[in-house]
């Protein structure tokens, strides 16, 4: 495989719907053998690969399994079914405030989040004036996070993530939160990976911001593929799937 390829053998992801409504510390203790629960596969059978050097989207209605697969791709969710194969490191930007620890500073954040994703101490300080600049939140850089708003959560987030110079970046959402400025950034970030032939992987509800990005897409309904290929005639097709009678 190439560097920045993945490979999406046949995942499935299924979660436990339990049906009693009692939810007791007694009966969660007892939950392993008596409670009545069904299975909710949130993803099956998804089977596609993400070339090397792309912006790749992946599109759907909400419930569709876009979020599931992608904490998959991430490693916050291992897949029941399948294997995930990427080549490369991988650095995840997924949830507003993921691995950040209230109590400490955007600062210490900074180093807490980059040593996570693999930074050394030395990597993060060298880094260090560059993820504060992309944040832009120098002005509250020393302020414990639990006073941040979700969006200087994004950026912080989102500027550490883009630093540890990973060579695939997984994103949900990104752009739906922040300014006009920061967008602008984001996706500005997105074509100098793109440049360097680094592979970008994100999810997002908005078509236009899609079209802009991608070169790849892949459709997913009701936890399974679609389809998947070039960036207009996929989001045509799912675009008019919501829409049939017109």
């Not at 414990?144 to 950026?155: F, I």
């Amino acid at each position: 495989m190439t560097l920045g390829q993945v490979a999406i053998e046949g995942v499935g992801k299924k979660f436990r719907l339990y049906k009693e409504r009692n939810q007791s510390l007694k009966s969660a203790m007892l939950r392993g053998r008596m409670s009545v629960h069904d299975d909710f596969w949130a993803i099956r059978d998804v089977s596609f690969e993400v070339p090397a050097g792309s912006t790749f989207g992946l599109i759907g209605s909400n419930g569709s399994g876009k979020s599931t697969l992608l904490k998959c791709l991430a490693r916050i969710l291992t897949p029941d079914e399948g294997r995930i194969k990427p080549e490369g490191k991988v650095a995840a930007l997924l949830e507003v405030g993921s691995g950040f620890h209230q109590e400490l500073t955007g600062r210490e954040n900074i180093f807490l989040n980059g040593s996570i994703l693999g930074m050394s101490q030395k990597q993060i300080k060298g880094k260090l004036d560059e993820i504060i600049d992309f944040s832009g939140v120098e002005a509250f850089i020393d302020q414990p996070v639990k006073n941040y708003s979700s969006g200087m959560y994004v950026r912080l987030g989102f500027a550490v993530a883009i630093n540890v110079d990973p060579d695939i970046l997984v994103v949900d959402e990104v752009l739906a939160v922040g300014d006009a400025e920061f967008q602008e950034k984001c996706a500005d970030k997105f074509a100098e990976f793109h440049d360097k032939g680094k592979t970008v992987i994100l999810v997002s509800h908005s078509m236009g911001a899609v079209r802009e990005m991608c070169d790849h897409v892949a459709w997913l309904k009701d936890g399974a593929l679609v389809t998947t290929g070039a960036t207009e005639p996929v989001i045509e097709a799912y675009l008019a799937s919501l829409h049939p009678n017109e």
